[in-house]
């Protein structure tokens, strides 16, 4: 299975939710790509669904907010189900397998690029 890592922004609160007998914390992260076109430098935001189970589920549910900055390792899962109307429905989650807190900004972060001209990504 592939495993990717990345840093993103935390679209939302992250939500913590009681599965059998442990938690499973859901949240989205906002992740930047700068390319040129046209001959100038744009900006894209991607965003990426993630899922984190068990006690890590509670670390992150308890210490992460809207804005805050993390790093994740992750394996891409592809979920299948069938909606209410019986259609055929599916979307990648990442399982999140490690992760590193970003210290949080104390004034607004400025939008340079890092050295190899991008943001770091999946």
């Not at 900055?69 to 989650?93: C, H, L, Y």
């Not at 949080?104 to 972060?109: C, K, N, P, Y």
Request: charged share 35%; glycine share 6%.
């Amino acid at each position: 299975m592939m495993t990717l890592s990345g840093v993103g922004r935390f679209v939302r609160d992250p939500e913590l939710k009681p599965v059998n007998d442990t938690n499973v914390c859901e949240f989205s992260l906002a992740v930047n790509e700068y390319r040129k076109v046209g001959g100038e430098r744009k900006k894209f935001a991607h965003f990426f669904d993630c899922v984190i189970w068990d006690k890590a589920a509670e670390v992150i549910a308890q210490y992460c907010n809207k804005g805050d900055m993390i790093e994740i390792r992750a394996t891409p899962r592809q979920d299948k189900w069938q909606d209410s109307e019986g259609r055929n429905r599916s979307r990648v989650v990442f399982r999140v397998d490690e992760f590193s807190f970003l210290p949080r900004a104390t004034t607004s972060e400025p939008e340079a690029p890092q050295e190899d001209g991008e943001d770091p990504e999946f």
